[in-house]
């Protein structure tokens, strides 16, 4: 099945993204996901991510009713689900900068004395 995002509209603290979903026999339909914009601030979720998100949402579901809640319990698996994949990355450590011969050969050099 093949989603289209058309829009969205926001209501109270929510946003609501309007899908066009085109069907096995090539004809489309409209559905709906609303989303909790508290619950992704909760969850740490940026509003740029929640259509790639609600998208996913219409992916694994069945598509029996044309509209759809993102619930608290779908945002806390994909929270957690993103702090383990952030866990799984290797840090990365600074490149440390071998030191040059003529590191301090400034202040360290033989000079001779000053004479008036």
């Not at 339909?29 to 601030?41: I, M, Q, T, Y």
């Not at 290797?90 to 071998?98: L, Q």
Request: glycine letters at 4%.
């Amino acid at each position: 099945m093949e989603f289209l995002l058309t829009g969205f509209t926001s209501e109270k603290d929510c946003r609501v993204y309007a899908f066009e979903c085109m069907n096995v026999d090539r004809s489309w339909s409209k559905c709906s996901v609303r989303a909790d914009l508290s619950l992704a601030r909760k969850y740490g979720i940026p509003m740029q991510e929640l259509p790639l998100l609600c998208r996913g949402l219409l992916d694994r579901r069945d598509l029996s009713t044309a509209e759809l809640i993102f619930t608290e319990d779908d945002i806390r698996t994909l929270a957690s689900d993103r702090a383990a994949a952030r866990a799984a990355i290797p840090k990365r450590k600074a490149p440390v900068r071998p030191a040059g011969e003529q590191l301090g050969a400034a202040w360290r050099e033989q000079h001779p004395p000053a004479t008036l």
